[in-house]
Nanobody, 123 residues
Framework: QVQLVETGGGLVQAGGSLRLSCAAS????????MGWFRQAPGQEREFVAA????????YYADSVKGRFTISRDNAKNTVYLQMNKMKPEDTAVYYCAAARATDTVDLGDFRSWGQGTQVTVSS
């Protein structure tokens, strides 16, 4: 079992920045891909960014490409999401997730989830 804890959400003005962190514990050796997803009220959960733990390959949704960066600290089993040039449409609950599949962005492959952290971008 993998446990994930997100921190770093909050309120930011449009154009501002936030950094989310996700600390993994438990059976971390079973993690092959770490990802960030988000869910806005009344909408489905959507992919934001992913990082393949072995290769370091990164993947982004078109809506965040060039603004968000996913990175990791192997020693701390922690993945980060740096969010810059934020827009009101980035407002959502952000979830960290772990998958046993490599290089995946498919929500169905992610079996371990954090509790979520609220991100609100004011206009």
């Amino acid at each position: 079992q993998v446990q994930l804890v997100e921190t770093g959400g909050g309120l930011v003005q449009a154009g501002g920045s936030l950094r989310l962190s996700c600390a993994a514990s438990g059976r971390t050796f079973s993690i092959y891909t770490m990802g960030w997803f988000r869910q806005a009220p009344g909408q489905e959960r959507e992919f934001v960014a992913a990082l393949s733990w072995g290769s370091g390959n990164t993947y982004y949704a078109d809506s965040v490409k060039g603004r968000f960066t996913i990175s990791r600290d192997n020693a701390k089993n922690t993945v980060y999401l740096q969010m810059n040039k934020m827009k009101p449409e980035d407002t959502a609950v952000y979830y960290c997730a772990a998958a046993r599949a490599t290089d995946t962005v498919d929500l169905g492959d992610f079996r371990s989830w954090g509790q979520g952290t609220q991100v609100t971008v004011s206009s």
